[in-house]
């Protein structure tokens, strides 16, 4: 399967989320940078280090959001999946809220996942 998957016809298919591991399906379709998306594939997240985890929270620090607990911050977690999918961080900002939080959940079972 690739990375990302671009607009099927099967509306249904975008308003539930996979049962696939890492797959989040959009609630419909997503424009970004002239593509259609109706899911994307974080599953990577799997394969980041933890110079990757440090690398997000020291790019909290350098937009001045700090925080206690990193992994509860969308922008830690979208720098997360940003690094895992190879899509800049400006794609999961723009997803609609609902589409955020399930790529918020996903990452972060990811992590939870590992302990």
């Not at 593509?35 to 974080?42: P, S």
């Not at 394969?47 to 001045?64: I, K, Y």
């Not at 969308?74 to 940003?82: D, E």
């Not at 690094?83 to 900002?93: D, V």
């Amino acid at each position: 399967m690739t990375q990302l998957e671009k607009t099927t016809n099967n509306a249904a298919a975008t308003t539930t989320e996979s049962n696939e591991k890492g797959i989040v399906k959009f609630n419909k379709p997503f424009l970004f940078d002239g593509e259609t998306f109706t899911q994307i594939d974080v599953s990577g997240v799997e394969n980041l280090t933890g110079q990757d985890l440090d690398d997000a929270e020291n790019m909290l620090l350098r937009v001045n959001k700090p925080s206690m607990v990193p992994e509860m911050s969308m922008t830690y977690l979208f720098f997360l999946a940003s690094k895992a999918t190879g899509k800049p961080q400006e794609f999961f900002f723009q997803l609609p809220a609902k589409d955020s939080l399930k790529v918020k959940r996903t990452v972060t079972s990811f992590l939870n996942a590992a302990e």
